[in-house]
């Protein structure tokens, strides 16, 4: 199985942020912009949470505010889970799940090296396992 460092190759590593005093709908301008369902929140180019489409929805809309005025900061999830760049992607798939989250900043030691979606790990184990079932197709087919 490959690693997150591996699909990061493959996929690109480019991160997209936002800072925490500005507005929600920068954020979302942000996220259209790049076709993505969430930013980091940085500072000083660390990492001080996320905010993805559902956070604005749910916490935005749904409270009754307005996205041009509420700032990031009072939507984002601050506990933020992360991964190692040298890690599997079955354990980043299950990190998901047991957490139900979306994304996951991936880091090589301290250094952040991207930002994963459940959809690009998805992709990768379909893939694997795809070229596994081909493999095995050809070895009986001999």
């Known amino acids: 199985m490959s690693t997150v460092r591996d699909m990061l190759r493959r996929k690109g590593s480019e991160v997209y942020s936002v800072t925490a005093n500005e507005t929600v709908y920068d954020a979302l301008e942000m996220m259209a912009k790049h076709n993505t369902g969430a930013v980091l929140v940085m500072s000083d180019n660390a990492v001080e949470g996320i905010v993805s489409e559902r956070d604005c929805v749910r916490k935005v809309d749904l409270a009754g505010k307005n996205a041009k005025t509420t700032k990031v900061s ?69």
């Open 74 to 142: 009072e939507i984002m999830t601050v506990k933020v889970i992360g991964v190692e760049a040298s890690q599997d992607l079955e354990e980043c798939m299950n990190l998901m799940i047991d957490n139900n989250i979306r994304h996951l900043p991936v880091y090589d030691g301290a250094k952040l090296m991207g930002l994963i979606s459940v959809r690009d790990v998805l992709k990768e184990v379909v893939d694997y396992q795809r070229s596994l079932i081909e493999q095995l197709e050809q070895y009986i087919k001999g």
